[in-house]
């Protein structure tokens, strides 16, 4: 995203969705993900270790869910944007191997908090199974052409 494609406030709309965004779980993504947030338990990179804890597969762990919303929330806020806190991040069902998850979002609300222009997003992850994470609240700030010299 250039500075150019930067959204600002005054062009949020209440009700407005994100963009979704495609994050196909292959073996080497989930080893790379474990590997990348040094989460070394098994179930997130071994399918026979995984089952044995009962799980259907081997599985996304927190923090590559976590960052599956945060590239669909700055797809959308740019990078000028800024999250502000994060609620309602519960995980319902796996996101195992072989599965495509799929992070959606809507706008909720836009406000004014003295200077800092504010939106209010709901944001969620699916799979094959239906909502797999979620859904959450997120609260980003996003520039105003009203703050601009």
């Not at 609620?87 to 599965?99: A, S």
């Not at 699916?126 to 859904?135: C, F, Q, T």
């Not at 700030?141 to 105003?144: L, R, V």
């Given at each position: 995203m250039s500075e150019a494609d930067q959204r600002y406030w005054e062009d949020i709309i209440v009700g407005?969705?994100?963009?979704?965004?495609?994050?196909?779980?292959?073996?080497?993504r989930l080893v790379m993900a474990?590997?990348?947030?040094?989460?070394?338990?098994?179930i997130h990179h071994n399918s026979e270790y995984a089952q044995e804890t009962g799980a259907p597969d081997m599985y996304t762990n927190v923090i590559f869910l976590q960052?599956?919303?945060e590239r669909t929330i700055r797809d959308y806020i740019g990078l000028a944007g800024t999250i502000k806190s994060l609620?309602?991040?519960?995980?319902?069902?796996?996101?195992?191997?072989?599965?495509t998850v799929v992070t959606k979002g809507t706008v909720k609300k836009k406000?004014?908090?003295?200077?800092d222009p504010l939106v209010e997003l709901e944001i969620w992850s699916?799979?094959?199974?239906?909502?797999?994470?979620?859904?959450g609240t997120v609260v980003v700030?996003?520039?105003?052409r009203v703050n601009e010299t």
């Open positions: 407005d969705s994100l963009s979704p965004v495609e994050f196909p779980l292959t073996v080497a474990a590997g990348s947030n040094r989460d070394f338990n098994s960052g599956m919303w609620k309602g991040f519960r995980m319902k069902v796996f996101n195992t191997v072989g599965e406000w004014r908090n003295g200077d699916e799979n094959s199974k239906g909502i797999s994470v979620g859904p700030t996003i520039p105003s």
